[in-house]
């Protein structure tokens, strides 16, 4: 039973405009999300979060949406550049204190020049 | 910021061999770190919680007698993957947690092992 879905697994948009990635979950005891960058070979690279009771954060760049009546989170990058290209993972967490993320299984992102 | 650093990055061994991994938080104290296991285009699977001067916890699926755990020191945290099959070969990636929820994981540079 997968609980946080990416269901696209790669997204290609031109340097300059705007990327969107989508991830939809299920679980309604989610309390936290975040998104992670993460390059080939390489650790992920925390980028951005929002919490529940939010429904946007804004990060330079980098703007999370929340929408918990659909359980649906969307990351956008503005503008793309060739640097931001990589696997983004959703992830989330249900709270208390062993702090465990659920991630999905990512969406590769290419800016292309 | 903070920073979790995680060696080797990249290591072979021969089936039936054991493999360490560390897994060390440089400038703050992580009282619990995670294992996670990532298969090719698989999303990162949680293997294990590590919690200081305890047992870790496993998640279900996960053999606790080939994946030890062991959480040393606020700073530690060791993966020992005993009698490596080439089925183990994986992407390994440890974080590490700071604080509150808010400030996200940290995570490990990842450990590439391959079992021939």
């Known amino acids: 039973d997968q609980q946080v879905k990416q269901n696209s697994p790669s997204l290609s948009v031109q340097e300059g405009r705007i990327s969107i990635l989508n991830c939809d979950y299920t679980n309604s005891m989610f309390d936290y999300f975040l998104w992670y960058k993460k390059y080939p070979a390489e650790g992920p690279t925390f980028l951005i979060s929002i919490s529940s009771i939010k429904d946007k954060n804004e990060d330079g760049r980098f703007t999370v949406f929340l929408n918990k009546s659909a359980k649906h989170l969307s990351l956008h990058i503005v503008p793309s550049q060739p640097g931001d290209s990589a696997v983004y993972f959703c992830?989330?967490?249900?709270?208390?204190?062993?702090?465990?993320?659920?991630f999905g299984k990512g969406t590769l992102l290419t800016v292309n020049p | 910021g903070a920073v979790v650093s995680q060696h080797p990055s990249r290591v072979i061994c021969k089936s039936g061999t054991s493999v360490k991994i560390e897994c060390r938080s440089l400038?703050?104290?992580?009282?619990?770190m995670f294992w996670y296991r990532q298969f090719p285009k698989k999303s990162l699977m949680l293997m294990a919680t590590s919690n200081e001067g305890s047992k870790a916890t496993y998640e279900q699926g996960v053999e606790k007698d080939k994946f030890l755990i062991n959480h040393a020191s606020l700073t530690l945290s060791t993966l020992t993957v005993t009698s490596a099959h080439p089925e183990d070969s994986s992407f390994y990636i440890c974080s590490a947690r700071m604080g509150t929820a808010s400030v996200g994981a940290f995570f490990g540079q990842g450990t590439r092992l391959t079992v021939v």
């Open positions: 400038d703050f104290q992580a009282t619990t």
């Open positions: 992830a989330a967490h249900s709270g208390g204190s062993n702090y465990k993320l659920t």
